[in-house]
């Protein structure tokens, strides 16, 4: 019961993992190459990032049929072999359910122009000022405006990401009933669940203006909603009848929303992805950085841990930069990438492993502006430029907070195209793959990738590191101790998030290391070091 409270979940952005056909772009039949790897590392369930048909302005996230496959990345063939091969090892296969929105070369966009259409009512749609004004004040998540004019239509239609990613009308049921129809579609050919894109958003109340914010300006009208809970409840009585999960990416939440989203008595989602994590290194908004002061990042996991009956554990994913630059150091690059797995794998709740993670790998070596991909990086490039901010300020902002960051092709060899392509790949591969690879890691016992392997193995020994509570006992300016126990069963976990030596309250014998230390644990930790005490 309940199988997603002990797994270990894999996030593969098919793009980037491993292409087959030498094209340069990822693709299914490499997602199946690589299942060993997977099996080996012991993940029991990959999400995998939209593999629909879709234009591709954002990356698969603007979606132009629910029942097709992009064919850079394959056929349906491919997608049932993938979700066979996978359940042979064990691994579950779960999609990315984007329904907030669709492409704009979805059919019910292009017949929704046409308001005499049975798909008039589609989107939001609506007319701007006389003035020549927007139908409201909102902006949207990647920093624009977020109406576009249709000219056919003669009217404005909202996007709150890309301006080719148009808004589903909720409040027309049909469009619901679509949804319903792609879910049984997809649980029918096998897969486990959906992770599903900015779930709390779905409903919005009204298009009224409100006020001006640094961000986000009419966001009150669409987040965490009662409309979008009782969307949620009608899609759960779907997932029921095939024992399916979900996990929900909701913005903007804090634990009160959260709890509404997932709670248990609820009967909308099993999990969700809260964000206050990922946004202790930042003022305001993500792309001005503050400095990452370890006891703030702690104090918000700890509360986090209490508030939630069950957390997702992510410190990345495709739309992040990596983590060791960000919550650890790049001079102790294997330390703190080891340290970083000892969270991850020790918390309260599942753990989601985002690929390339397992083997440490790094932002990208950027250098211009040409180099990049992102949809939402050159959105807000232009943005800055408007605002009239310095090249140097904007470069230095978009390359350290880019997702391409966390979106460059999968480091599996040192040699060139890094075992991910023969041709130039559709992202540049990292130039430190040359060291970072997965194959050198193999072979290395004492590798980050081993380290990973070893941690999960524990995680599924230890009753008490998947299922036990959680005590937080120290969360200093370096220091974050805890403990996990369950049933008489109960081990310490300490870890130094900084490269100066530190001193912890805690005793006991060590279990594992991350710098290989054994035997008794007198509170004397090294630079980035990680101990599980039992
Ligand atoms: O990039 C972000 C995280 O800092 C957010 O602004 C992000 O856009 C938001 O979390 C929503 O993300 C999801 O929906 C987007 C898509 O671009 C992202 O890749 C996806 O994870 C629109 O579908
Ligand atoms: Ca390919």
Sequence with gaps: MDWWKDALIYQIYPRSFQDSNGDGIGDIPGIISRLDHLQELGVDAIWLSPVYQSPNADNGYDISDYREINPEYGTMEDMERLIAEARDRGIRVIMDLVINHT??????????????????????????????????????????????FDPERCEYYLHLFAKSQADLNFHNPAVLEEVKDILRFWLDKGVAGFRCDVINILWKDSLDSSKKKLSLTGSEHYLTLEGTHDILRQLRAILDEY??????EAVCVIPETARALCGRDRHELDMVFSFEHMDCDQYKVKWIKRKFRPKVFFDCLVRWQRELEWNTLYLENHDQPRSIPRFGSEAHWKESGKLLAALLLTMRGTPFIYQGQEIGMLNFD???????????????????????????????????????NARTPYQWTAERGAGFSDARPWLGINHNHETINLAQQREDPDSIFHWYRDLIALRRERPALRRGDFEALETGDQVFAYRRSLEGEALTVVLNFSGKAAQSGQRGRILRSNLGREGGFDGTLQAWEAVILE
Aim: proline residues 3%; glycine residues 8%.
């Design 103 to 148: 492409s704009t070369e979805h059919y019910w966009f292009r017949r929704s122009r046409d308001k005499t259409s049975p798909y008039a009512d589609y989107y939001y749609w609506a007319r701007g000022g006389a003035d020549g004004s927007l139908p409201n004040n909102w902006t949207g998540f990647f920093g624009e405006d977020c109406w576009e």
């Design 366 to 404: 950027f250098t211009r502006m040409r180099q990049l991909d992102d949809v939402e990086s050159k959105n807000v490039e232009r943005t800055m430029r408007r605002l009239h901010l310095p090249q140097k300020l904007r470069w230095k902002l978009i390359a350290r907070t880019s997702r391409d």
């Design 243 to 248: 024992g399916a999960f979900t996990v929900g």
